[in-house]
Each structure stands twice: as structure tokens, then as C-alpha cells.
């Protein structure tokens, strides 16, 4: 079978298990030409990069910070990543790279497994300002949210989100990230970052590290935090809401449907969901980077 070649991008890559994933859904496919790789680029390296690659890349997966970047790299784009604003996944077509969002199906995908009445939830905060988010907020526009609570640590990072809102026919109401200090006046006349957190249905959005403030938060029987980092794991956000009674959903099973979503694009046939989840999470534990 001739080399047909895919890999993930992002900075920084290295803790990344997209090869976990789709290197086991060739195998299990029979792909045996196919290979995945994990490439270190930034957003200003992408469109030169996609520019020199030959006929011989299929799919390119895409994770932070490069996923606005790749949409506007594309030649063309699907309506979600256009809607959405940001592309995890490049698709080689025969007009040039076709951009694609399938972090919304991943979110929607690991609610659903969890059983969660997030469709449900009267009301719901997203974590972070990002491509991920603006994948966050569709899904909760698929799930019939019509508001939003944004929570931010840079509001004017929050610009876009709210274009997408308007577009969705949502509203959205922007809080200080927890741990920032007193009000200033970007932030005048807005609902405290408790308020937000007390929602019940939280999506984060941000790096690990960066929820050092919402660890200690008071997390609550009845709520449901799905945290979309999966490094380390579990993240501490997860084993804290959990402990506190919440419904506790961490990146992996995210990371898991929106790999089955570029699985199916890249490759055209139905992904072996099942083979891709026991090479994540071998024994229940996800498998080392």
C-alpha cells in the first residue's frame, strides 16, 4: 500500500495522544501504509509548513495554540470550523487543505457517553476565550443553551466568542477569572466569578496549569464539570469536583470522539471506536505519550 501520511500539530506537542489514537484506528482498519506523527510548529509556522508538504499527507490534525491559525491557512472550510471560527483537523483535498471542526462532536460525544443532563442543565460557563471554547459554546448551542457565562483571564481575548454567540443567537455574560484581584473597569458591573462557577454545566477550556484557582472552588452534587485537558491525568480540576460530588468528565473521553470524528474525515470509513479507546486508556489508564 503506498505511504499515505497525518500527524498532529501544535505547540507544544509532545504530551499529545492523537498518534495513540489514530495509529490504532489504521491498524484496525488495515490502513497499513498510513502513518502519524506529532509535529512542533506555532501559529505563524503552520501555512508555510502546509505549503511544503506533497501529495503524500492525507490529514493533519490540529491542537492548541494553531487551531484559528489553520482555518485561516485553509483553502476551504467546512460550515462548523467557518461558524466556529477555528479547525482541529486539515483535510487534503483537490482543491488544497479543507479545514474541519470535530471538537464540538468530541464534547458532545463524551456528555452523551457520560450520561450527563447537560441538555437539560439550566444554565452553563465556559473556561477560556480559544478556539476550544468557541467549540464549547456550539456544543452548548446543539445542547439549546441560550446564555453563557465566559470566564476569562483577558477580556479582550473574549471578542470573538462573543461574535460567535451573536451568531448563534445566544448571549453570553463575560467574569473575572478567579484569583485576578479586584474589579477593574473591563470588568465593572459584572456578576462575580463564583456566580459562574456555581453554573450547572462547566466547560473548561484551559491549560491544566492554569486551574490552580478553581481546585479549591466549591463544587457541587448536582453540577457537571467536564474539564477537556487530559495532561496529567487525571487533571486536578477533575479530582477535585468529583471529590466534591460533581459529575466529573475529563479530557480523555473528549479527546477520544473528536479523534473518531477525524478518523472518519481522514480515512472515509467508520472509526474503530472501540480499538482507539482501549489504546488510550488501557486498563483504564491513559496510555503513555
Not at 505563524?44 to 506533497?54: E, F, R, S, V, Y
Not at 477520544?256 to 489508564?285: D, F, K, N, Y
Request: glycine fraction near 10%; proline fraction near 6%.
Amino acid at each position: 500500500m503506498p505511504e499515505v501520511r497525518c500527524a498532529v500539530v501544535g505547540s507544544p506537542i509532545a504530551h499529545s495522544r492523537s498518534p495513540i489514537l489514530h495509529r490504532a484506528a489504521y491498524t484496525a482498519l488495515g490502513l497499513s501504509g498510513w502513518t502519524y506523527d506529532r509535529v512542533e510548529l506555532n501559529a505563524t509556522q503552520l501555512g508555510g509548513w502546509l505549503a511544503g508538504l506533497d501529495e503524500t499527507w492525507r490529514g493533519v490534525s490540529v491542537t492548541m495554540p494553531v487551531k484559528q491559525s489553520a482555518l485561516h491557512c485553509a483553502d476551504s472550510a467546512s460550515e462548523l470550523a467557518s461558524l466556529v471560527g477555528a479547525a482541529n483537523t486539515l483535510l487534503r483535498s483537490d482543491c488544497g487543505w479543507h479545514a474541519d471542526n470535530t471538537d464540538v462532536a468530541g464534547m458532545l460525544g463524551a456528555l452523551d457517553e457520560a450520561g450527563t443532563t447537560a441538555g437539560r442543565a439550566e444554565s452553563a460557563t465556559v473556561l477560556g476565550a480559544g478556539g476550544t471554547a468557541s467549540a464549547a459554546v456550539a456544543a452548548l448551542a446543539t445542547l439549546g443553551h441560550k446564555h453563557v457565562g465566559i470566564v476569562v483571564r483577558d477580556p479582550a481575548r473574549a471578542q470573538a466568542l462573543f461574535g460567535l454567540l451573536a451568531r448563534l443567537n445566544m448571549t453570553g455574560q463575560l467574569h473575572r477569572w478567579p484569583g485576578l484581584g479586584p474589579p477593574d473597569r473591563t470588568f465593572s458591573g459584572e456578576s462575580p466569578p463564583v456566580d459562574a462557577l456555581c453554573a450547572d454545566l462547566v466547560i473548561s477550556t484551559v491549560p491544566a496549569a492554569a486551574t490552580t484557582y478553581l481546585v479549591s472552588h466549591r463544587w457541587r452534587t448536582g453540577q457537571t464539570v467536564l474539564d477537556v485537558s487530559y495532561d496529567p491525568w487525571p487533571t486536578a480540576l477533575v479530582e477535585a469536583a468529583a471529590a466534591r460530588g460533581a459529575q466529573a468528565i475529563g479530557g480523555a473521553a473528549v479527546l477520544l470522539w473528536q479523534a473518531v470524528g477525524q478518523v472518519e474525515l481522514i480515512t472515509g470509513r467508520p472509526a474503530p471506536v472501540e480499538a482507539m479507546r482501549a489504546a488510550l486508556l488501557p486498563g483504564g489508564s491513559l496510555a503513555p505519550a
